[in-house]
């Protein structure tokens, strides 16, 4: 599940506002329509430059493939060999403009081997007005619900729990707080969906109004429904919403809220939260009762060292325990409440794993012939995948300089990342 553009993170790396002109005030469901899967056969050579990859199991699992140097358009890939070969099932073409060269990703959820979510974003020039497209198979991506909502979308993507409950965090009511913004509305609104897409409902929305003097990305609106804020539903009536924002003297808090009528009420969950901790991260549930997050800390000047405080919870999230970690874990393959994965930032062919819980972190020396391997996806404290490349230099322009011609790997483990071995590629 994933934001799909180069990426650009919260609170001094967050977004870039658009200077693409004012938008609609229009914000329920417009049109449904039913879109085919792309009828082409499966490959073990995919053309764009792999993204995004989420393995439901061993064989099973959906990935994205970026065509940057064509339509600039994202393929939704499927696989059922275990990633040996990819079929495509979806074509999602985003016009939403961020500024400075960017478009705004198609944001996605895979939630399941048989259900998931698209979002493509889109603008309409002639009318200024932003909206979004919401694809959504229950059927293994055979068949996808088009809707509309016209609408912006914000940081966290669409999430279903199952193939008939939605919802869709985004912002409204154009223009917003600062007219010389396209990014942010009037409101921020959270919409849901009982009937898998066909129907949207405007359930809950609040004044997108910043929180300090001067306007930033990530100041505003009010928690839970905050600009920054990132969204999780467990079950048709329990979700999360958590996130950080912005003092009026500019320093930072985090916050998570809770829900258990399906989006209409949000409560606050009485956490204790390291002091400048940044909330960017989604909770990930295992099971109705068993989940985590993890936040980002900061150690003392000068070195700032990052380290990362873990909640976990056992009882659905009546009660939450937290654990430090000395480095930083936020961005780590979580497998389960024991096993975690995690990518070594000093060192870029090593990793460490955890089977207990955090306590301690073993390192394993990866063995590949690529100088650069990322993206890294467990279904098992064994068994994972990951992109490679080659790739020595970085550009600030979408994708980082990828060139046509340039070719991504991806590479299967079965040993927890001692070895990997190519399994497929993608050829810009």
Known sequence: MCKLFPTLTLL??????????????GNELSTSSVVKADNQPATNVVAGAFSTLHMINATIGWAVSWDITGTGGYN???????????????RCLPTQEMGRGFIA?????FHSASVATVVQPEYESKTRTSRLRILHTSDGGQTWLSSLINARDLETPAVFVDDLHGWVFATDHFPGPDPGSAYIGGQIVLYRTHDGGKTWQRITSSPSTSQIASTSDDAYGIPPLAASARMQFVTP?????????LHPDRSNYSWLYVTHDGGSSWHKVDLSFPAQALALWRPTFFTEQEGLFPVL???????????TMLFTTQDGGQSWTSTPVPFDVTNDVFIDMNHAVSVNATDSMALYTTSDGWKHWTKVQMQTTFKRIYGFDFVSPTVGWALADNRTFFLP????GIRKGDVIALVQTSDGGKTWQEIAHSVV
């Open 237 to 245: 009536t329990t979700g999360w919403l958590i996130g950080s924002a």
């Open 12 to 25: 001094g790396f967050l977004l870039l506002l658009a200077s693409c002109g004012q938008q609609g005030t």
């Open 105 to 109: 990703g198609c944001s996605t959820d």
């Open 76 to 90: 939704i890939l499927k696989t059922t060999d275990g990633g040996r070969h990819w079929k495509s099932m979806l």
């Open 297 to 307: 800390t900061s150690g003392p000047a000068p070195q700032y060292a990052r380290g």
């Open 397 to 400: 322009e979408p994708g980082g």
